[in-house]
């Protein structure tokens, strides 16, 4: 049972996964923990840390889009269809893999693949489950600046909470780059985004209009004839609330702040992510196992 722990870092292109990845590994070598660290996108290159398991000795994305002549997104799609097609790649290794490693997985910034398809909680399956049962909690990085613009910020929040109902794992939001907002922000008003404060999105600051057309006689051979920017005030408010209503409802979005120059938020992060594992082992129902006998229903 739990003999392998894992966490996984997602989050939108950018966010700073891949820092954060090194930042951990440093701090888990730092305090004379191990770690296996994958890499799984297939574009990413320059690593502070040489990754133990790169998907790219299985793929490359620029490999697939050469010769499939695919997009960059339709190219990640198939690198990923592929992995999941020849997941002995991943999986043969980590059987190898003890209780004693943090195995850190470096996912691309593409979130298509968590909440579209669902190719990423396939993949998390495999992991979690069969012969591997690696306990895993899930990272979601949102880049602080995403502050300043709060349709942007909760957007951002909705995309964390798809990926954590998609991905079904103890799950760890963060707020990175925190160098880049301290001191242009009050500690009272960074409080109302780390528990966000849905009323924010009905302060009146954000974004208050969205353009939507509406057509005059059916479809007018598909040109919009009357553009009319009619989601204003009442039905944008509407909107709003009920947005933030869903939010507040799960209130189970909160996040804890990263900034990687800082030892002591990576050391809290690590902690909640072990935390995290280990609530979630805690709770799991025990797999049956065939010594103990308790099948007695008669
Ligand atoms: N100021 C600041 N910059 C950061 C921080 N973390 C990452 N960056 C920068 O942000 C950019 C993206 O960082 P990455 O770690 O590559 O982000 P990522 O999420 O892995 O990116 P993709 O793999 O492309 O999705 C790089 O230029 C980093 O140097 C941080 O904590 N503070």
Do not use: W
């Amino acid at each position: 049972m739990g003999s392998r722990y894992g966490t996984i870092i997602m989050g939108p292109a950018g966010a700073g996964k891949t820092t954060f990845a090194s930042s951990l590994i440093s701090h888990l070598r730092a305090s004379k923990r191990s770690c296996y660290y994958i890499n799984l996108d297939p574009a990413a290159s320059d690593f502070v840390y040489e990754p133990d398991l790169d998907i790219k000795d299985l793929i490359t994305l620029e490999d697939v889009m050469e010769e499939l002549h695919l997009g960059p997104n339709g190219g990640l799609i198939y690198c990923f269809e592929f992995l999941l097609d020849n997941l002995d790649f991943l999986t043969d290794p980590l059987e190898n893999v003890t209780e004693e490693y943090l195995i850190i997985i470096d996912m691309p910034g593409q979130i298509e693949l968590y909440t579209h398809v669902p190719i990423v909680p396939n993949l998390v399956r495999a992991l979690t489950k069969g012969s591997l049962n690696i306990s895993m909690c899930a990272a979601y990085l949102l880049e602080s600046t995403f502050i300043v613009d709060r349709a942007k910020f909760f957007s951002g929040t909705l995309s964390a909470m798809s990926a954590m109902l998609m991905m079904e794992l103890p799950h760890v939001n963060i707020l990175s780059k925190m160098d880049l907002v301290k001191g242009q922000i009050g500690r009272k008003e960074l409080k109302r985004y780390v528990d966000p404060d849905v009323s924010l999105l009905q302060d009146g600051h954000g974004r208050d209009s969205g353009l939507v057309y509406e057509y005059k006689d059916g479809l007018d051979n598909g040109e919009p004839t009357n553009a009319k920017n009619i989601m204003t005030g009442d039905s944008f408010a509407k909107l709003n609330r009920a947005v933030g209503q869903l939010i507040d409802d799960f209130s189970l979005v909160s996040f804890l702040k990263l900034d990687v120059q800082d030892e002591d938020s990576v050391g809290a992060i690590l902690s909640y992510i072990d935390d995290a594992i280990q609530y979630h082992e805690a709770q799991e129902p025990k797999e049956p196992n065939d010594d103990l006998g308790d099948g007695d229903d008669g």
